[in-house]
């Protein structure tokens, strides 16, 4: 009698960890790329094999805009969702890129959309598309709808963009943004109504509705349901508040469990302090010391309303955190020697590598970028933990840009002569990341071994 084979728990472990290392950036932008490919299907399929006049091509265009921005919609929602997948292999500052890369499109794609639309049947109509469009919106209670939805993402898109979104405050931002959902839901009908590749292919409404309804059950799982079961499983209180610098504070967070959380070093929360003004926001925090027990450390500069009110926590407060997010840890590394580069307050995800990275003594050099010797961060830690681990810590003090800054490339081969050979983990702000990113690569340096992160989420 044959034998039945069972796979053993740790064959199916090493088996879904396969199937996770699979999942790269790559991967996911190609998994987009097809989605779009048969949306491109679905227009071809309902489109007529000739096309004879300006209007016909006009409504086309219009159709195949409109089916791309209603799939594009739904991309950059699933990429904001929180999936834990994309979150750990990808990396939110990643998909937070792509999504506002892809918001661009998207509403462009929409405007096009309403224009192309109103141009075609207008000259079907032998009308001026002024008055199409009046006759459109008050004719099709779906197309008013859409329109009001297409001003949101118009909204939206105004002032998440960069210079804008500079001078708003966060929660602002944030809850601006929140608009973006209605604004789909009030498009989401029109697509059915009127649109020509929906109304008579019922397997094309099943689907496109199924691909709609999948994306809001995965939001609300991951954004609502799994938050607040975490919250009651885990119990999280504020267990102390200490300053660690000029304008910057370290909350330590204790709860039940949280090594369940299998947070690693380099990881974010989004953290939610329970505070009668400030229950109804959360923010993204990098854990600054590895998780130790039952206990999380996070460090914060105050830059707004929200971290300056950080300083005031009493212990026992509650606390909500989502996550752990983030694909910048040490699991990125493929090289025996590691470089780590921070600067300012993006020393908080390289603190914690710094003390959890396994290497030979001599194998990892920290370089800590600021202006001025005040602006450190856990120095006296960070010099403690270099003298522990017989790892080279330098301060690099003195203003950014010109010949002499201290992360251009002949500074770095004079600080680290081995420096193509590296490793290198970066965080700090989007203009030294940049210029760092820049000088490695003028060294040399793989862009497959600079790892960056980035806190504009």
Not at 58 to 72: H, M
Not at 221 to 244: E, G, K, L, N
Not at 342 to 359: D, K, N, V
Not at 407 to 417: D, F, G, K, N
Request: with cysteine; glycine share 8%; proline share 5%.
């Amino acid at each position: 009698m044959a034998s039945t084979l069972v796979e053993s728990p740790s064959a199916r472990l090493r088996r879904a960890g396969t199937a996770l290392h699979r999942l790269t950036p790559p991967a996911v932008l190609a998994a987009i790329a097809a989605g779009a490919a048969a949306v491109l299907l679905l227009w071809l399929h309902d489109t007529p094999p000739t096309l004879h006049t300006p209007g016909d091509y006009l409504t086309a265009s219009g159709r195949i805009t409109g089916l791309l921005a209603g799939y594009a919609v739904v991309v950059l929602v699933l990429l904001m969702a929180r999936l834990p997948l994309l979150e750990r292999r990808v990396g939110a500052d990643r998909l937070a890129r792509w999504h506002a890369f892809g918001a661009r499109y998207t509403v462009s794609l929409i405007v096009a959309h309403a224009l192309l639309i109103t141009w075609g049947y207008a000259l079907a109509a032998h009308a001026s598309p002024v008055a199409e469009a009046g006759t459109l919106l008050a004719s099709y209670p779906d197309v008013l709808m859409a329109t009001v939805g297409t001003g949101l993402l118009l909204v939206v898109g105004i002032v998440s963009a960069r210079a804008a979104r500079r001078r708003l405050r966060y929660e602002t931002w944030y809850y601006l943004h929140l608009y973006t959902y209605l604004a789909i839901a009030l498009a989401f009908a029109h697509q059915f109504a009127t649109g020509a590749d929906f109304v008579s292919n019922q397997p094309a409404r099943v689907l496109w509705a199924t691909l709609y309804l999948g994306a809001a059950v995965l939001l609300v799982w991951y954004r609502i349901v799994v938050p607040a079961r975490s919250a009651a499983r885990h119990r999280m209180t504020v267990h102390d508040v200490q300053r660690s610098g000029r304008g910057v504070v370290s909350v330590v967070i204790t709860g039940s469990r949280l090594g369940e959380l299998h947070a690693q070093p380099g990881q974010f929360f989004r953290w939610r302090f329970l505070t009668r003004d400030g229950w109804w926001q959360s923010h993204p925090y990098s854990l600054s010391a590895p998780a130790h027990g039952d206990f999380l450390r996070i460090t914060i500069k105050s830059l707004g309303d929200h971290t300056r009110a950080l300083r005031l926590l009493r212990p026992g407060t509650k606390v909500i955190a989502e996550g752990p997010y983030g694909a910048f840890t040490a699991d990125l590394r493929s090289r025996r020697r590691v470089l780590l580069i921070a600067g300012g307050i993006g020393i908080t995800p390289i603190r914690a590598l710094f003390e959890s990275m396994q290497s030979e003594p001599g194998a990892v050099d920290l370089l800590y970028r600021a202006n001025r010797r005040e602006e450190l961060v856990f120095a006296d830690e960070l010099t403690a933990l270099g003298k522990r681990r017989r790892a080279r810590v330098r301060f690099l003090l003195g203003p950014p840009g010109g010949v002499d800054d201290p992360l251009a490339s002949r500074q770095l081969t004079e600080l680290v002569p081995d420096v193509r050979s590296r490793e290198v983990f970066l965080c700090g702000p989007p203009g030294m990341v940049a210029a760092a990113t820049a000088a490695l690569a003028e060294l040399g340096v793989a862009r497959r071994h600079i790892h960056h992160e980035s806190f504009e989420l």
